[in-house]
């Protein structure tokens, strides 16, 4: 990638030796530490293909005493270090740069507790999302989040990177959701920080350093997250519209006509339907064939299957008078919502199947977001397929750049104007995914020099040898 190539390994940090691997293999026992080319060649490389770094050594800790002296151990030998989850992530930040160890989280995947009254969950950090989804499912509730990675990524990664996904709308924020966190710090030390109550105001709280750290502050152990029930009734509406300004308008009224069981307000451009239909098996359009610029995912979520159901058919009715919508059709089970859902959360796999990808995530104000989409292609012509979509309801835009293959005339139309552009607006160049590799020397496009300053203050003093994820969301000047 264009990002790592003007990177310099820092030689502060150790090249590991012979006593290394037999420490470790003393620590773990042989198969948990893995030095299988293949198997590291999988780790080494990201979801997108875009990002490699050339470690020769996987760690697979079982416990959080584990984690502590894998830590404690790179700490007093200056070995770097890269936590990783389902690796997922889609900014550089789970694999490593150059030779740092991987400490893989996946076989510390226990379920703890759960407590049916409160609905609060406690589980190890390696648990898969969609593993999670499945037991609560079966006790009657459902994750606050919900991710297109759900079959792959970890609760712990999801903690990392603060994921936001297609479920914020109405269940709020990891900030928001997430009781208590253990967590070990690059000295080894074991931070007991899991707590199970709503409120607890005894002092800072602590935790929310580690949301959202991507892996820089500690490697999260143990999570204890508050879980909705699972409501009765779910309702999905497919709608198209002709231009950007009735989606707006449409989701002011969504907002207002549909109030408390609005659960997901998802939009995509015809280009990227385009895309989900060339590229995904069994993939169709529900509505029927016409000129369609936008397609807009409206979810609902409640307790009333009459009342949830004529609630939506009228805000459709009255979305038509109005003109906002030019078709739509409302899923009638379970099949047709979540064929809907695939056309929606395919798009990413879909893109990585028509080539190279640039990715962007973006928070703007509604109202301007799609003309960063417009001024893109206008910028590009024929040169590349710009395609958007995201999460309208959260003001979050996912605008990427298609092609055949990377190509840095097209990357130098993209940037840094995209970042410009975001930060004139005053909106942030990192929404959900997190700064990772990718945008670690972009961080003043939205952050203050104040800000990004005590940022690295704290992370010196929680990880004075910087060990944990080197290269990775603070810049390289900090
Ligand atoms: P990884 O990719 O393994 O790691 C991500 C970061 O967290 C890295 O910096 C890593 O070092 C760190 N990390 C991982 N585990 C730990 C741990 N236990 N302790 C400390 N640090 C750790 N993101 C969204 O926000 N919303 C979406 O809707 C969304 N949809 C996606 C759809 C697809 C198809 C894909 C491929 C990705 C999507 N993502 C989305 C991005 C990604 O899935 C999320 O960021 C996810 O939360 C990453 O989890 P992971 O377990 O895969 O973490
Ligand atoms: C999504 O919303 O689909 C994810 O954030 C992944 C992506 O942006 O491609
Ligand atoms: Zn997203």
Redesign the pocket.
Known sequence: GTESTMLKRNPKFSTLNDDDIRYFKELLGEKNVVQDEDALAAVNT???HKYRGSSKLMLQPRNANEVSLILKYCNSRCLAV??????????G???PVFDEVI?S?GA?NNIISFDKVSGILVCE??C??ESLVNFLDQQGFIMP??????G???????????????R?LLYGSLHGNVLGLE?VLATGDVLDMLGTLRKDNTGYDLKHL?IG?????????KVSILTPPKLPSVNVAFLACHDYSSCQKLLFEAKLKLGEILSAFEFLDEQAMDLALNHLEGVRNPLPPSLHNFYVLIETTGSHETYDKEKLEAFLVYSMELGLISDGVVAQDLQQASSVWRIR??I??ALMKAGAVYKY?LSIPVEKMYDLVDEMRNRLGSSARVVGYG?LGDGNLHLNISCPQYDDKVFTQIEPFVYEWTSKNRGSIS????V?LMKAEKIFYSKSPGAVQLMASIKNLLDPNGI??PY??LPRSS
Not at 431 to 434: F, P, R, S
């Open positions: 990201d979801w997108m890269v936590p990783q989850g389902g690796n997922t992530g889609l900014v930040g789970s694999v400490v989280l510390m950090a390696g898969i999302l989040l919900d991710l297109g990675a759900k792959s990524c970890q609760i712990g990664g999801n903690v990392s990177t603060n994921a936001g996904g297609l914020l967590t580690f750290s991507e892996g820089s502050l500690g490697i999260v152990t959360e395919g990413p796999e995530d999460h929404a959900e995914h997190g990772g944990l994820n990775k969301v």
